[in-house]
Structures are given as C-alpha cells and as structure tokens.
C-alpha cells in the first residue's frame, strides 16, 4: 500500500492537474469581477466592463505610444547606489535588487527616443511597479538625461508620470532632485521644445511638486489619482471634511488643476496631435500602430 500511496497515486494527480498560470485572470480594482489576462492585455489594460484603467509598465508603455512599437533605448549616468548606507527592515540595496528583478528595469524611469506617428519624439516613463515609482537619484537623472536628449534631437519630451513621491532611503538628496528636474523643465522651455506631461494613477507627492506639474500641457488618465498629500492628512490638518473625490483626475479637470482627462485608447493619438501642433509640423501621415480594440 506504501508503493501505491507515495507513488503510484502522486504520479496519477500530477498528469491530471492542469497547471494554471498565476496571471490567467485579473480582478478588477473598481468592481472586484475577474476578467481574463489576454482581454485586459489586448484592451490596452483597460478593465472592458468597468474602464478601470490599471498600471502599465514602462516597456509596455513605450511600446504602445512608439510607431511599429519599436524605439532606442536612451542610456542614463550611474548614480551611487546607497549612498547614506540606509536600512530599516532590510537594506536599502537588498531592495533595488528585488525591484530589478521584479520590473527588469534598473531604476524608476525608463527612456526612448523613437517616432511618434512619424515625428521624433522623447518619451520618458515613470514605473510605479519599481519602489512605488519614487524618485531617487538615479530616477532624477533619467528626467534630466532625457530633457538633455531632447534638446539636442530638437524634439518634443513626453513624460508619463506614476509615483508615490520622494524616496525615503536617500533622504535629503532625494529632496535635492527636485529643484534639479525644475532647472532641467526650464533648459527645456528655453530651448522651446514642447514638454507634455501624462499624469497616470498615482501621481503624488516630491514629483507632483516638481517636473510633473511643470508641463505645456497636462493630461491625466481618467480615474488617476493627483495630488501632494493623501486626503487623510490633509483633512487632519484643516480640519475640514473634503469634497469626494477631489484629488481624482475628473475633479481636477473641473477645476483646471489638469487641461484634459484622455482614455488611453485616444491617448496616442491626442499626444500625436499635440506634438505637431506645438511644433508647427506637418499632418502626420498614417504610420503602423498596435491594433485598437473594435469596443474603443
């Protein structure tokens, strides 16, 4: 009996069961209902039912916004990994390990320099999957490298914005990257390139109050949340009950904190749009493009 228990009956189960994929199925954040991976992805991840518009990562965001999905990558200078030596659970380092592996990026923001239906355009994205999309040093030489690459290609500067705010474990020269990405915005101005900044869900705290608000245009995703501080402590000290939903990307339209909330479905399009318009280009003509759902 020992045989046909431990052998002989394991055996049998292991070629009946069907492996699952862990990400076969999402559950929707608004509603809770689960909805199949491969709709979402091919959605543009986009919840259909409810149009919950969930977090893209840096890769897969470049490549929706890239003609033919295709773009060079633009390299950022090293940065002195831990330079305070920080720990608190776990070592600072330990963490942008695990962050590295996770997101396969080296840090927060990703760059590319690509065509945007058929105009150069420099497109940096902030991951929020990468230690909340914090910005660090590393994060803030990315912002500025890519600002620096658009001036010299003498393009328009795309940044799509996702982050929980400063990070923590560089402490006071995380604060000091703040006024470093404003100067870069103003050699951006200066040289008269547009910079149109995408404000995705979330977008608050150190990058809310620098290169994230300091846009030509500001678009938000519909939902995203914007702010500074979290309605908890805001409320705490006012001490005054706030509007619902007052941080989220409609009311912030309303009342003119952002210029236009786009689905992401027109989002390429709209962008396209933008660019040639603030740079006097001429009508783009009809590029090769990731599909848009027939439901968009």
Known sequence: ??????????????????????????????????????????????????????????????????????????????????????????????????????????????????????????????????????????????????????????????????????????GILSLMQLPRTTVAVQMLREAKKPYIVVLTNPTTGGVTASYAMLGDVHIAEPGALIGFAGPRVIEQTIREKLPEGFQRAEYLAEHGMVDMVVHRHKLRATLSELCRLLTKAPVAVAQPQLPVPAHA
């Not at 999905?69 to 963490?95: A, Q």
């Not at 997101?103 to 320099?113: M, P, R, V």
Request: proline residues 5%; hydrophobic residues 45%.
């Open 1 to 170: 009996m020992n045989w046909i228990s431990n052998v002989v009956r394991p055996k049998i189960r292991s070629f009946l069961r069907r492996e699952t994929p862990e990400n076969l199925w999402i559950k929707c954040p608004e509603t809770g209902q689960l909805v199949f991976y491969k709709d979402v992805e091919a959605n543009q991840f986009v919840i259909p039912s409810s149009n919950y518009h969930m977090r893209v990562s840096a890769p897969m965001r470049l490549k929706q916004m890239f003609d033919g999905g295709t773009w060079l990558d633009i390299g950022v200078p090293e940065v002195s990994i831990d330079p305070l030596k920080f720990r608190d659970e776990r070592r600072y380092v330990d963490r942008l390990k695990d962050a590295r592996a996770k997101t396969g990026l080296h840090d927060a923001i990703k760059l590319g320099l690509g065509k945007l239906d058929g105009l150069p355009v420099v497109i940096a994205v902030q991951d929020f999957d990468f230690m909340g999309g914090s910005l660090g040093m590393a994060a803030a030489e990315a912002v500025i490298k890519g600002m620096q690459t658009a001036v010299e290609k003498a393009t328009p500067f795309i940044m799509f914005a996702a982050s929980g705010g400063a990070r923590m474990q560089e």
